[in-house]
């Protein structure tokens, strides 16, 4: 299959590299063309840790768009969700109705986005655009042309926007991840977004530790009971606008308990059992993306689709906020709100009949 790969980082280079070793024609693009001379240089990408590792030689590295996505079947969009909205009008005029388009992962509305684009440009023959829930793998890029896969998801969820188009996006992504599964639409993929709840309230409550340098356990030590009871709270708004658009979202300790096998009495408890969490250093510096990239694509969209249907998000107002002024950004400006969806002014029924299509 013809598969273009966007994104030359972790995630990118990885995707890039075990594509083309399980067979499969990869072009491989990226924005930074200094991030290309290197693997354009050596011919490839050296992958460890896949069944399939070796030296993988790509097809096309280019940072050129209309080159990278001529003739590809697939399209893997695997960038920070901020970039999102930036590489769907750069793709727009040279997508094509037979297409699919996956970012992987869309964060929370990430489908919901690239498809408005693609309307504000006046694309008439849309691909069909899925998001996944999350990355196939826990990877690295340990050099400009190396990555190592640490670990490949045995099942894992992606929609396609509408919802109606799955079985045509699944007979696509299957043929080079057989390991996907559909999910019921996108509401259900974004909603379930476990890193909002993880990522920006923990580094916030920890932000002076961090700035003064101290090196701690993220998880383990980050989050003690008091962290973990804003979590709880965090995540309970979530759920409750998930419940609101009939989404079946799993709670944190759930995702925890299915994750990971392990089990505790609070958030707190389940968290410090968790070993799989332990050694995962806090970022080195307050600006990381837990703040600049899971506020305005992950939190933002929830608070924003809750106002509008009248549920109450105190808690995730006050992280948007409190980040919005450690950072000096207005997360709200730059955040997915439903405006930059394409829900606004839609009831609980008008968005699920949107994106069920």
Not at 83 to 109: E, F, S
Not at 241 to 269: H, P, W
Not at 276 to 290: E, F, I, L, M, Q
Request: aromatic share 6%; net charge positive.
């Amino acid at each position: 299959m013809k598969v273009t790969v966007i994104g030359a980082g972790n995630g990118g280079l990885s995707i890039a590299s075990h594509l083309a070793l399980k067979g499969h024609k990869v072009n491989l693009y990226s924005i930074f063309k200094e991030e290309l001379e290197p693997i354009i240089s050596k011919g490839g990408i050296e992958l460890e840790g896949a069944e399939e590792e070796g030296f993988a030689v790509l097809n096309k590295v280019s940072d050129n768009i209309k080159l990278a996505l001529d003739g590809a079947e697939l399209i893997m969009i695997v960038t920070p969700a901020n970039a999102h909205a930036k590489i769907a009008k750069d793709c727009a005029p040279y997508l094509k109705d037979n297409q699919v388009v996956i970012l992987n992962p869309g964060r929370t509305g990430g489908a919901l986005e690239f498809n408005k684009i693609l309307i504000e440009e006046k694309i008439k023959n849309k691909p069909i655009i899925g998001e996944a829930q999350t990355l196939i793998y826990a990877c690295r890029k340990i050099s400009p042309t190396k990555a190592v896969i640490y670990g490949v998801k045995k099942s894992l969820s992606v929609a396609s926007f509408p919802a109606k188009n799955i079985e045509k996006l699944m007979k696509v992504l299957n043929r080079a991840y057989p390991q996907f599964v559909p999910a019921a639409n996108v509401l259900q993929t974004s909603l379930n977004n476990i890193g909002a709840i993880f990522h920006p309230a923990p580094t916030i409550l920890n932000s002076a530790r961090i700035e003064s340098g101290e090196k701690f356990d993220y998880y383990h030590e980050g989050i003690t009971p008091v962290v973990a009871t804003v979590l709880e709270n965090i995540d309970r708004e979530r759920v409750e606008v998930a419940k609101a658009l009939k989404v079946e979202a799993q709670s944190a300790i759930d995702f925890l308990r299915e994750s990971y096998g392990v089990e505790g009495n609070s958030l707190y408890q389940a968290i410090q059992n968790n070993i799989a969490y332990k050694g995962v250093k806090a970022p080195k510096a307050v600006n990381t993306r837990y703040l600049t990239e899971d506020i305005p694509m992950s939190l933002v969209p929830i608070a924003s689709i809750g106002h509008q249907l009248g549920i109450l998000t105190p808690n995730i107002d006050s992280i948007i906020k409190i980040g919005s002024t450690m950072l000096k950004t207005d997360f709200w400006k730059l955040g997915r709100t439903v405006e930059k969806l394409g829900l606004n002014n839609l009831s609980s029924t008008g968005i699920i009949n949107l994106v069920n299509g």
